[in-house]
C-alpha cells in the first residue's frame, strides 16, 4: 500500500493548498489506492522522518520500500505508472515533464514568495517596496501563461501531470484576483479543478484537518 505523509493540522489559509494534495490528486488519477500518515511538529523533526524527508516537509511517499520526498519527484514516480497523467509517446512525455518543471521552476517561486510575504509580513515596512516587484512578476508569468494557452484547453493536447502540477501553483494565489486577472488562466484553473479525481483529492486533505 502506497503510504504519504500529510500535516495533522495547518493554518486556515494553508488549508486545501498544502503540498501533499498533489499527491493525493496525482494517485487519484492513477486510481492508485492510498494512505496517510499525519505528522505533528514533534513528528516531523524526528529522525526517523527525516530519513524519509531530510527537510522535514510533506509529502513523503512510502511504497514496498520505494521512499520518496518532493512533489514534484512524487508525481513522476506515480505519472509513471498511469498513462492518464504521462503520455507514452516519448515526445508528450518529454513535453509533461518539462511543464511539470516549468510550474515548479518558472511559476512557482514568485508565486509562493508574494504569499509568503502576504501571510507572513504582511504591513512590515519592508514588504510596501518590495511586494510591488513580486506582484509585477507574478503578473508577468501569468501572462505568459495565458499567452501559451491561448486556446488550448490545456498545456497540451491533453490533461497530464503537468496541468496537475501547474493548478496547484496557481491554487496559491486564491487570496489574491492576480488569476481573475488572466481569464484564460482563470477557466483553465477552474477546467482543471472541476475533475472528479482533484475534487476527492481536496475532500480527503479537508477531511484530514477536520479530524
Not at 495547518?10 to 499527491?23: E, N, T, Y
Not at 491554487?171 to 489574491?176: A, E, F, K, Q, S
Request: glycine content about 6%.
Amino acid at each position: 500500500m502506497i503510504t504519504i505523509s500529510a500535516f495533522k493540522t495547518v493554518r486556515p489559509f494553508a488549508q486545501g493548498v498544502v503540498r501533499d494534495l498533489r499527491a493525493r490528486w496525482a494517485l487519484e488519477e492513477a486510481g492508485l489506492r492510498y494512505d496517510t500518515r499525519l505528522i505533528d511538529p514533534a513528528i516531523q523533526a524526528s529522525p526517523q522522518y527525516r530519513a524519509i524527508q531530510p527537510f522535514g516537509q510533506v509529502p513523503s511517499f512510502e511504497e514496498d520500500g520505494v521512499k520518496l520526498f518532493e512533489s514534484g519527484a512524487i508525481l513522476l514516480h506515480v505519472a509513471s505508472r498511469s498513462d492518464a497523467l504521462l503520455p507514452t509517446d516519448p515526445t508528450g512525455r518529454a513535453r509533461t515533464i518539462a511543464w511539470v518543471f516549468a510550474a515548479l521552476n518558472s511559476i512557482e517561486p514568485s508565486i509562493q514568495q508574494l504569499a509568503e510575504i502576504d501571510f507572513f509580513y504582511p504591513g512590515q515596512e519592508w514588504t510596501k517596496s518590495y511586494r510591488p516587484h513580486i506582484e509585477a512578476r507574478v503578473r508577468q508569468r501569468l501572462g505568459e501563461l495565458a499567452a501559451w494557452l491561448g486556446s488550448r484547453e490545456y498545456l497540451e493536447d491533453r490533461f497530464t501531470t503537468g496541468d496537475l502540477m501547474m493548478t496547484t501553483v496557481l491554487r496559491i494565489l486564491r487570496h489574491t484576483d492576480l488569476v481573475e486577472g488572466e481569464p484564460r488562466v482563470k477557466a483553465y484553473k477552474v477546467r482543471c479543478e472541476a475533475r472528479p479525481a482533484f475534487q476527492r483529492a481536496l475532500r480527503a486533505q479537508m477531511a484530514d484537518f477536520a479530524e
